[in-house]
């Protein structure tokens, strides 16, 4: 049986939505169903200002990267190098979202 490939899609900067998205991501990495936490415009700007080190826990259990997808320019280089991440741009995030079986939103 082949296992969901599921995206977990942060669109706020709300401390909330930011704790249950990863803690989701987190979860679903534990039992190695294949996850990418994927943050979206105002999300993207909580991680930059405020890189949490349980970011980096998604990496030790074999997640996808994080995906950051913003309208404005992204620069990563204050983020640990332990936070491994992509940007893909907003015009490309629905395809990217595309290849997953199922969506988790928080908003």
Known sequence: MTMKKIAILQCSAASDSATEALDIALALASFDY???????????????????????MLEL????????????????????????????SPGQLKSHLSQFDEVLQFS
């Open 34 to 56: 294949p996850v990418q936490l994927i943050l979206s415009g105002e999300a993207v700007k909580s991680l930059l200002n405020q890189p949490s080190k349980r970011y980096a």
């Open 61 to 88: 259990l074999d997640a996808e990267p994080i995906v950051m997808s913003s309208e404005e320019l992204t620069d990563t280089s204050a983020l640990p190098a332990s936070i491994d991440t992509v940007i893909v």
